[in-house]
C-alpha cells in the first residue's frame, strides 16, 4: 500500500506563487511516475504536470512556462512550483504516483489540496 501525504495549497492573489508537496510512503517501487492533477468545480481531472523517476516531466500546455515540477528522489516527494498564478488555475489539486510492478500498473491518489487564485 502506498500513502501520500499533501500540502501548500490556499489562497494567493493573481500573479502569486504557491508551492505544492507531495510525500509517498509505503511499498514504492524504482519504476514509478508522480504527478499533479487538477479538478476544477463542474470539470473533469486534468494532469498539470507529471515527473518521472528518470527525470523525464510532462506538463499541460497551460501551465507550460508557469509550472514547474520536481522531486526529491531521496525523501519520496514531489514538488509543484506555480508561478504567475491565474483564476483559472483555481482547483483542488490532487498528487497522484502511479506504480510499476512487473506487468502490472497500479495508481494511488492523494486526498488534495484546494488552490484558489482571486483576481
Known amino acids: 500500500q502506498v500513502q501520500l501525504v499533501e500540502s501548500g495549497g490556499g489562497l494567493v492573489q493573481a500573479g502569486g506563487s504557491l508551492r505544492l508537496s507531495c510525500a509517498a510512503s509505503?511499498?514504492?517501487?524504482?519504476?514509478?511516475?508522480m504527478g499533479w492533477y487538477r479538478q476544477a468545480p463542474g470539470k473533469q481531472r486534468e494532469l498539470a504536470a507529471e515527473i518521472a523517476n528518470s527525470g523525464r516531466t510532462n506538463y499541460a500546455d497551460s501551465v507550460k512556462g508557469r509550472f514547474t515540477i520536481s522531486r526529491d528522489n531521496a525523501k519520496n516527494t514531489v514538488y509543484l512550483q506555480m508561478n504567475s498564478l491565474k483564476p483559472e488555475d483555481t482547483a483542488a489539486y490532487y498528487c497522484?504516483?502511479?506504480?510499476?510492478?512487473?506487468?502490472?500498473?497500479?495508481?494511488?491518489w492523494g486526498q488534495g489540496t484546494q488552490v484558489t487564485v482571486a483576481s
Open positions: 509505503g511499498s514504492i517501487t524504482s519504476m514509478h511516475v
Open positions: 497522484k504516483i502511479t506504480i510499476y510492478r512487473g506487468w502490472t500498473t497500479n495508481d494511488y
